[in-house]
């Protein structure tokens, strides 16, 4: 996600960490990267250049002068205009005063909007909301089949709009049955097209009066840059909308439609769409992504994450295990099948801190989705006793082994070495110091 844009901006900052101290020459030379990178990154220019200007103005401020690490104080300075730039702080979903809260969803067709609606209904169940989705795409004839499977998928009742009446005469009737059954929200997929006009504003403007809606939702393209953003303009300045939702934010390198959307709009970003997963819809948090984009990770949301999918007895029993240097392979495989859970493996390493370009954590290593399948399915081609026992895996015992899990004796021998060089690094005094310093089996409980 934005992995161009990071890469560009995290050179830029390891350039300025070269220097003594920030002068107007090497300040200049930042700035025009920064604004390259930025621009190239599709992001509009008019927000890059009010970006430019604020960020000059701070960094060649007295703060930054008198600094004894003004390269520090300069990635703070970027780092408070990219959050500023991404619009502040977290906004949350409104609470309907009076049930259900409406959430209208809308945009150009092709964006993602019925997809997004499944996944948001997802997301409200699992804060322990109940939720109705409704259709209200009549025009389109699979739009009411679409939802239905969506609405099956999560596991959320589904309200198909009548073709033969008009929606402005349904709406009242889905008002009263969601209101009746005590829904908390009722999610409503409206109709888009495949580019803005007037009867399509006309009809949503129409829809959102009946249903006096607590969001209005725009779903947006990320992948579509300013197109998407020049679409989420437009609709506000017709319908009114209350936030934005962009979708395919795991396939946009670049990043310019998350970086203007809120200096285009004045509307906060909401969620990001990460993926084609019931699950693969993320809170938006400004600081967050800005932290991401200059190579600082995001571990707040991979330490949340862990919280909610990671399994906290097993985790809790592993690091006891590590302590008393008892950590086998079976262990080893649960690991690895757990930190499954959690997403892509692009998708943890993303959120890790990076140096010098790697991973802090993970420096030289290469790992992606399938080698930690292949990994697994090595151990899990071990007897039990040499699950435990790992000396006991001779020649003979690799070939087998390897054959069993489809893979090579390499394989095996590489994994087998790495397994051996982190029982090494768990026996040292600093690891265990580590463990007890930060306390590791209380924090998971």
Known sequence: MLDNLSGRLTRVMRYLKGEAKVTDENMKQALREIRLSLLEADVNYLVVKEFIANVRERAMGQEVRESLTPYQQVVKIVQAELTRLLGETRKELARPQRKPGVIMLVGLQGTGKTTTAGKLARFIKHRGDSVLL?????????????????????????????????????????????????????????????????????????????????????????????????????????????????????????????????????????????????????????????????????????????????????????????????????????????????????????????????????????????????????????????????????GRRRMRIARGAGRSVQEVNRLLKGYLEMRKTMGKPLFRRMMKRFDISQKMR
Do not use: W
């Open 134 to 394: 409704s259709s209200l795409d009549p025009k389109r004839l699979a739009a009411a089949d679409q939802l239905e499977t969506v609405a099956r998928e999560v596991g959320a009742p589904c309200h198909r709009a009548a073709v033969d009446l008009s929606l402005e005469r349904q709406v009242p009737g889905l008002l009263r049955e969601a209101r009746e059954t005590g829904y908390d929200y009722l999610i409503a997929d409206t109709a888009g097209r495949l580019h803005v006009d007037a009867t399509l504003m006309q009809e949503l403007a129409a829809l959102k009066q009946g249903l006096n809606p607590v969001e209005v939702l725009f779903v947006g393209d990320a992948l579509t840059g300013q197109d998407a953003v020049e679409s989420a303009r437009r609709f506000n300045e017709a319908v009114g909308i209350t936030g934005i939702i962009l979708t395919k934010m795991d396939a946009d390198a670049r990043g310019g439609a998350a970086l203007s959307m809120v200096s285009a709009t004045g509307k906060p970003i909401m969620f990001l769409g990460t993926g084609e997963k019931a699950d693969d819809l993320q809170p938006f948090h400004p600081d967050r992504l800005a932290a991401q984009i200059l190579g600082m990770g995001d571990v707040l949301s991979l330490i949340e994450r862990a919280e909610e999918e990671l399994d906290q007895r097993e985790a809790e029993r592993v690091a006891q295990r590590m302590l008393r240097n008892e950590f086998t392979l079976e262990d080893f495989a649960a690991q690895l099948e757990q930190m499954t859970r959690l997403g892509s493996m692009k998708d943890i390493l993303g959120m890790l801190p990076q140096m010098g370009g790697k991973t802090v954590a993970l420096q030289g290593a290469e790992l992606d989705d399938k080698s930690i399948a292949h990994m697994i399915a090595i151990i899990r081609s071990m007897t039990p006793e040499e699950r435990s026992r790992p000396k006991l895996i001779n």
